[in-house]
């Protein structure tokens, strides 16, 4: 039974560090997008002869942080290493990195863990380490050449590189999930930013070889990859092709992976250690304090804001949306009903970004303070949960203030509460309905259709509860 | 005042300071003595027409009374794999003919700031990969004592230069002996530094963990002045070291300079040639009157220290060399019509065969299958060569051997055979795997050939070492000759 054949999926997950200030190894900035082409560089980063690389400190904490997050034991001390290999992007053809070898751990973390999902799923982690970003190949229309821009090079990555403890897509996704949120709340990386986060994979299914999958380039297209790449491996199983070992890379448009090379043909990376870079001491270095993680916060929001761990979930995945209730409740503090106007409301108008992840942009004019208001004015009885949610579609584009559109438009959309107008409007239905109200005076659904008249004509202000009284008052003296 | 080319730094710098000759006339002489004798020898690769502006700005300075730097008015050659802003550096490679760097290396810039004026780019073996200076892409460098003889390298440029009076002093790059070897052979004083006293930023690197930049002058004072302004940390280097915690001078009192512990390395004086171990006995019985304290010593790991050297030398080489693909800098070739393997293989075919033959063994030691039984096994050697020679500075103050156990040989002799010309490394390479600091000073002439004494001390203990060398110096009084060219 093919179907039945254990599926194993391990991870490496490239992180670029976009919070530092500068660059691996030199003072470029880090931020390296929408620079002009090759305006990011120096002797340094493009490798230029005589040039030597300076090691970014706060690079190095950073990845301690990670690697205390993810429950990793970190070496005394640690040591960089090249990668040689010929590639036009990568400006000294080799590639400043960490690497394992004869007995010697380079990392700055390794053998950690990590509970993820309903169940606390562990997936372990083999190492975190650090290395640098090759510069990027532009394709122009109409050009046969390639053009290189080196505004990337030497930007600071983390590798985190997990145990095959995955079976399924389905796990992959929600530990991606977990994993981006505590990148996030570490402050480490901006993981909305393009290429900020890049992963590769590899499969095995029952005792065949392991195949990886390079080149995803989005978190949301991990899913489809290991789906195409399970079903591929599963249907060569059933008609006896054996599984090779081999890269393949994911093919964004077409939505397949393809073959790179076999593995027999790999390259000999002659990796040796990076002279250039004295040994660094990590103990002091362990003692850095890390930000509070998500697993912390969604038993704060718990425990403090009485919050449902679903609810608590929900923020925790996607640090913009927990700032977004913790800002909120500052201003209101209300914090069930904030978080469940986010969770429920909010959240549907939040786009999934490129990355695969829904995201709060700059486009969405709604912040803290609207969230607050529209709480409150639900909470105050000023306006019903309808009217909530068209201020809220409306506020999102336009960023007014619900109270201010209260205040403006007062006539359409608070609740009608004042005893006058609603029997003014009962005794227009009553001359309407006059069948109906000789039926409610003894048939509870007739009272029933003659509010749903009123709520009709009012646009659903009416307060339902003061109306009811009112209608059943009304009938009453009728007789 | 005529002749200004044979003053040493401290006669250039107060004969400018004092206004008895201006920086400008001083430059004047040289050039004209470079464009005059320099056809003869060919240490020069590229000559910095800027030199002469630069004389005339130092001379203003002076007659405006403003404060010069110490070195005021010198003019310096580099060596041609030491980074200068606007000034091409090709490290006698086809690869960078047409390489001009937009910065300078940290001792240029140092140098720079003393007033110091770099006067041109002198001649090496290409990527520093030699120890003749007949491997250059610009044509051979010849001896000044006898232009049929080779000049050692593959500093080679820059130690004919000082011996021919074409420049005060001048920086060469040592990796396995390459300030010494040529300063022996051209009878200069050269210095290799303790790892990472100087800042190797801007050095284009062979062997990045060890080699040292270093000084070439016609006496150890010399070499003392321009160490004093080139060495110590620098935030470019992370490999350069505070030397305010490391300078130990335990057990040295600069008033007992004579009153020293050496050592006679036996291993390194029993492989030389007759004429090369006469002169060391004969310069030892010279100094020895001087007070020293002297016997012979035993670095047993020495035989094992030649195969260690160009296992890492080469290792690192392989890797320090990929980045030459002419794609970011290099020389005119239009890459239309190729996949980019192939015009890397295109540019690639450009570097000489020296080179090509390092490249080849430093890709294949660092091979998996090969790099535990290679690299890493001459890694074990570079320990235990460390380990030995520390338990001997115990001992011992200093280590003497001849620099080079051969004479200089004539051009040509040996470049067909690798093995023999690596072997000329043999005495040199023991400072770069310990790190530790070594000079070569002139003893003595066999035939008119020159001769070096290697003297080597523990690490950090430049000053000790600078200054024995100089009471070493002065009892030999040979430094007063020159070539007549
Ligand atoms: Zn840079």
Redesign the interface.
Known sequence: MTSSLPVKIGLEIHCQLTQLNTKLFCSCYCNYREKEINSNICPICLGLPGSLPILNKKAVEFAIMISKALDCKIPELTVFSRKNYFYPDLPKNFQITQYDSYGTSTSIGKEGSIKYGENYKIARIRRIQLEEDPGRLVYENGRTQALIDYNRAGVALVEIVTEPDFVDPKEVRIFLNKMTSILEHLNVCNTNLEGSLRCDANISIGNGKKVEIKNIGSFSDIEKALTYEITRQKTMTIHDIEIKAETRHWDDKRKITKQARSKEEEEDYRYFPEPDIPKILLENLSLIKTSELPDERKSRFINDYGLSEHVAQVLIDNKDLADLFESAIKIYHSPKSISNWIVSDILAFIEYDSSGKKTITDEMKIDAKHIAEIAKLVDDNTINRSTAKSIISRIIKTGELPSDIIKKEKQTTTIINDETILLESIDKIFNEEKKATLDAKHNPTAINFLLGKIMRMTKGRADPKITTILLKKRLDEEV | MSRLYTLNIEQVTNGIKNEEFTSEEYVSQIIERIIKVDQKINSFITINDNALVQAQQIDKKIRSGSTVGSLAGIVVGIKD???TAGLK?T?ASKM?SD?V???D?TVIKRLKDKDAIIIGKLNLDEFAMGSTTEWSSYGLTRNPWNLDYVCGGSSGGSAASVAAQLCTASLGSDTGGSVRCPASFCSVVGFKPTYGLVS??????Y???LEQIGPIGRTVSDVKKIMEVISGKD?????TIDTRNNINTNNYDPEQKNNQKIGLLRELINGADESVYQCIYSAIDKFNKFGFTYEESSLKSSEYALASYYTIAT??A??NL????N???GFELN??DYE??TY?SKTRGNFGDEVKRRIIVG?FV???GY??KY??KAQRVKNLIKHELKKLFKEYDLLISPTVPVLPFKIGEKIDDPLKMYLIDINTVLANLAGIPAISIPIGFKNGLPIGLQIMADEFQEKKLLDISEVIEKSININTSYPDL
């Open positions: 794999n030491i980074s550096t490290c960078l390489y760097p937009p910065y290396a190797r930023y801007g050095l284009v690197s062997s990045n963990s935030t470019n280097d992370n490999t290792a690192e392989s890797s990929a980045r030459f693909d794609i970011r800098y890459p239309d980019w393997n890397f890709s660092l091979s998996s790099y535990g690299y890493l």
